[in-house]
């Protein structure tokens, strides 16, 4: 049963910039909030960004941090990840996750929905 659908990866030359959608029900945006993980080749998952519905308030990775933005509307069941600057190390499959438990926004664990993953490709 598919709960979230990412959507806008694709090949993009370095300094470039791709968005990010990712789509999902009311039940998977009912939560916490929203997190975006990528993951590339032989290495593990890891945090990118979150939006907190409570507040809004936003986290980034350092590696991330004044490139990428996350925004989304839990009323329209929809979060983006705005990459800008875009660095061949930022090569990865890319997966938004519907935090549904307590805990850190920065670890897989507290998160219960996830997407297939869409491809972003960085070449230099």
């Known amino acids: 049963q598919v709960q979230l659908v990412e959507s806008g990866g694709g090949l993009v030359q370095a300094g470039g910039s791709l968005r990010l959608s990712c789509a999902g029900s009311k039940r998977t945006f009912s939560g916490y909030g929203m997190g975006w993980f990528r993951q590339a080749p032989g290495k593990e998952r890891e945090f990118v960004a979150a939006?907190?519905?409570?507040?809004?308030?936003?986290s980034y990775a350092d590696s991330v941090k004044g490139r990428f933005t996350i925004s989304g509307d839990n009323a329209q069941n929809t979060v983006y990840l705005q990459m800008n600057s875009l660095k061949p190390e930022d090569t990865a499959v890319y997966y938004c996750?519907?935090?549904?438990?307590?805990?850190?926004?920065?670890?897989?664990?507290?998160?219960?929905?996830w997407g297939q993953g869409t491809q972003v490709t960085v070449s230099s």
């Open positions: 939006l907190s519905w409570s507040g809004g308030s936003t």
């Open positions: 996750a519907a935090k549904v438990y307590s805990g850190s926004y920065y670890y897989p664990s507290p998160y219960e929905y």
